[in-house]
C-alpha cells in the first residue's frame, strides 16, 4: 500500500469556486405512489416542451446515429446554412456561432470578454445560470432587482454599469418572471452602455412572444455591432435532450465566440435533429404547438387572474407569491405537479400538457381558498 503523507490535499483549485452557486435541476414528475388521487404525474418544473419531437426529427437522429463512430462535421455547414436562411435575410453564416445550448454560449460570451474582476450587470430575479457562469470565469456578478412588476429595470441597469463593466445580459422574456422587454428598452440599453461593453440579450423563450410584443432583436445587431443574441433549440423546437443553441452576433464576436467553443462539440444527432425542426416539413406543426401552448397560457393567466406576473411571453407563469411559495409547491407535489420553487419568492410552472395546466388551475383555487 502506497504511502500518502498527511499533508497531501490535492490539486489547488481556483478559489472563485467556492462563491459559484450550485444549479438546481426541475423535479421530476412525483410518482403516482407519491400523488394523491393523482392518476399520473406531471413535470412543470422545467419548461421543457410537452409534444413529442417534430415530424422528421427522430428519423433524422436515427440516420445521424449510424455514424456516431466519426467525428460530427465541424463546423456544422448544414445547420448553419438552414439557421441563416432562418433568421434574417442579412444575416450571413459569418454571424452565427453554434453551442450546445444557449447556456454553452453565454459561458462562451463571458470567456471572450471578461478577466478577472469584470463586472456582469443583469437583472435578478432572473435565470439561475446567470450567476453560475459569471463566477465561474472569475468575473463579478452585479444583480439588479426587477421592479414593482416583475421586469427589468432599465434605468438601474444602466445606472450600475461602470468602467469595469463587460457585459451586461437581458432576458426577454425573462425566466422566471415572463416578462418581455420593448425594442425602445433594448436600444435604451444598447444606446446608453458604452459601446465596448457586450449586451446579451438571451431569447430563449423568443418564439412564445406574442406577435405584438415582438422587436426584431436581429436586425438591431447592423447599428450596434456590440448586440449578441442567444437562441435556442430546447424550448419551442423540443430538442432540449440533445443540447443545441445558436448566438447571432457581429461577424467579430461570431468568430471569438467559435473560436472558445468545445472542437465538435454539436454532435451529428443534434445538428441533423436541428436541420429536421428547420425543415419546411415540421414548419406547420411547430406553429400549431406554438399557438396552442400560447393560448394554454392565456386561459390559465385568465383562471389564475392577478395571482400571475402580468403579460408571461414565455412557456410558463410566475406566481410571485412570497413565503406562501413553499406550502403551494408542497400542494402541488402532492397532487402529482412538480413545479419550481423560488423559496420567498414564487413559484414557476411551465405550460404543459392540457390535463397538467387543468390541475394547476384546480390547485390554485383550492390554495388561494384556503
Same mark, same amino acid.
Given at each position: 500500500?502506497?504511502?500518502?503523507?498527511?499533508?497531501?490535499?490535492?490539486?489547488?483549485?481556483?478559489?472563485?469556486?467556492?462563491?459559484?452557486?450550485?444549479?438546481?435541476?426541475?423535479?421530476?414528475?412525483?410518482? !403516482?405512489?407519491?400523488?394523491?388521487?393523482?392518476?399520473?404525474?406531471?413535470?412543470?418544473?422545467?419548461?421543457?416542451?410537452?409534444?413529442?419531437?417534430?415530424?422528421?426529427?427522430?428519423?433524422?437522429?436515427?440516420?445521424?446515429?449510424?455514424?456516431?463512430?466519426?467525428?460530427?462535421?465541424?463546423?456544422?455547414?448544414?445547420?448553419?446554412?438552414?439557421?441563416?436562411?432562418?433568421?434574417?435575410?442579412?444575416?450571413?453564416?459569418?454571424?452565427?456561432?453554434?453551442? #450546445?445550448?444557449?447556456?454553452?454560449?453565454?459561458?462562451?460570451?463571458?470567456?471572450?470578454?471578461?478577466?478577472?474582476?469584470?463586472?456582469?450587470?443583469?437583472?435578478?430575479?432572473?435565470?439561475?445560470?446567470?450567476?453560475?457562469?459569471?463566477?465561474?470565469?472569475?468575473?463579478?456578478?452585479?444583480?439588479?432587482?426587477?421592479?414593482?412588476?416583475?421586469?427589468?429595470?432599465?434605468?438601474?441597469?444602466?445606472?450600475?454599469?461602470?468602467?469595469?463593466?463587460?457585459?451586461?445580459?437581458?432576458?426577454?422574456?425573462?425566466?422566471?418572471?415572463?416578462?418581455?422587454?420593448?425594442?425602445?428598452?433594448?436600444? #435604451?440599453?444598447?444606446?446608453?452602455?458604452?459601446?465596448?461593453?457586450?449586451?446579451?440579450?438571451?431569447?430563449?423563450?423568443? !418564439?412564445?412572444?406574442?406577435?405584438?410584443?415582438?422587436?426584431?432583436?436581429?436586425?438591431?445587431?447592423?447599428?450596434?455591432?456590440?448586440?449578441?443574441?442567444?437562441?435556442?433549440?430546447?424550448?419551442?423546437?423540443?430538442?432540449?435532450?440533445?443540447?443545441?443553441?445558436?448566438?447571432?452576433?457581429?461577424?467579430?464576436?461570431? !468568430?471569438?465566440?467559435?473560436?472558445?467553443?468545445?472542437?465538435?462539440?454539436?454532435?451529428?444527432?443534434?445538428?441533423?435533429?436541428?436541420?429536421?425542426?428547420?425543415?419546411?416539413?415540421?414548419?406547420?406543426?411547430?406553429?400549431?404547438?406554438?399557438?396552442?401552448?400560447?393560448?394554454?397560457?392565456?386561459?390559465?393567466?385568465?383562471?389564475?387572474?392577478?395571482?400571475?406576473?402580468?403579460?408571461?411571453?414565455?412557456?410558463?407563469?410566475?406566481?410571485?407569491?412570497?413565503?406562501?411559495?413553499?406550502?403551494?409547491?408542497?400542494?402541488?407535489?402532492?397532487?402529482?405537479?412538480?413545479?419550481?420553487?423560488?423559496?420567498?419568492?414564487?413559484?414557476?410552472?411551465?405550460?404543459?400538457?392540457?390535463?397538467?395546466?387543468?390541475?394547476?388551475?384546480?390547485?390554485?383555487?383550492?390554495?388561494?381558498?384556503?
Amino acid at each position: 500500500m502506497s504511502q500518502v503523507s498527511a499533508a497531501h490535499t490535492g490539486p489547488r483549485l481556483r478559489a472563485a469556486l467556492d462563491a459559484v452557486p450550485r444549479y438546481r435541476a426541475g423535479a421530476a414528475a412525483p410518482s !403516482e405512489a407519491d400523488a394523491v388521487g393523482a392518476d399520473r404525474g406531471y413535470k412543470v418544473a422545467s419548461n421543457e416542451n410537452p409534444f413529442p419531437p417534430l415530424p422528421g426529427v427522430q428519423a433524422a437522429i436515427a440516420d445521424a446515429a449510424a455514424g456516431v463512430n466519426r467525428y460530427p462535421d465541424f463546423g456544422a455547414e448544414a445547420l448553419l446554412q438552414l439557421l441563416s436562411n432562418h433568421v434574417g435575410d442579412d444575416v450571413d453564416q459569418d454571424r452565427i456561432a453554434l453551442g #450546445t445550448g444557449s447556456v454553452a454560449l453565454l459561458q462562451h460570451a463571458l470567456e471572450i470578454t471578461c478577466d478577472d474582476g469584470g463586472e456582469v450587470v443583469y437583472a435578478w430575479r432572473s435565470f439561475e445560470a446567470y450567476p453560475i457562469l459569471v463566477r465561474i470565469v472569475g468575473a463579478v456578478p452585479v444583480e439588479v432587482p426587477l421592479d414593482a412588476e416583475h421586469c427589468h429595470d432599465i434605468k438601474a441597469m444602466i445606472a450600475a454599469v461602470s468602467p469595469a463593466t463587460r457585459v451586461v445580459i437581458l432576458c426577454s422574456p425573462n425566466n422566471p418572471t415572463g416578462t418581455a422587454l420593448s425594442r425602445e428598452q433594448v436600444i #435604451t440599453v444598447l444606446t446608453e452602455t458604452p459601446s465596448d461593453v457586450l449586451v446579451v440579450l438571451d431569447e430563449a423563450y423568443v !418564439e412564445f412572444v406574442d406577435e405584438e410584443q415582438g422587436i426584431d432583436a436581429v436586425a438591431l445587431i447592423e447599428d450596434y455591432p456590440n448586440l449578441c443574441i442567444l437562441r435556442t433549440f430546447s424550448k419551442a423546437y423540443g430538442l432540449a435532450g440533445l443540447r443545441l443553441g445558436y448566438a447571432i452576433a457581429s461577424p467579430r464576436v461570431a !468568430e471569438a465566440l467559435r473560436a472558445v467553443a468545445t472542437p465538435f462539440g454539436i454532435s451529428a444527432p443534434a445538428q441533423a435533429a436541428g436541420c429536421a425542426v428547420l425543415a419546411p416539413a415540421a414548419a406547420q406543426e411547430l406553429d400549431r404547438r406554438i399557438a396552442h401552448l400560447t393560448r394554454e397560457r392565456a386561459r390559465v393567466g385568465a383562471a389564475l387572474g392577478v395571482a400571475i406576473a402580468s403579460n408571461p411571453q414565455g412557456n410558463f407563469i410566475w406566481l410571485p407569491i412570497g413565503e406562501r411559495a413553499v406550502a403551494f409547491d408542497a400542494l402541488c407535489r402532492a397532487n402529482g405537479l412538480s413545479v419550481r420553487l423560488f423559496p420567498r419568492e414564487g413559484v414557476r410552472v411551465t405550460i404543459a400538457e392540457t390535463p397538467a395546466n387543468d390541475r394547476l388551475i384546480a390547485l390554485w383555487l383550492e390554495f388561494d381558498r384556503s
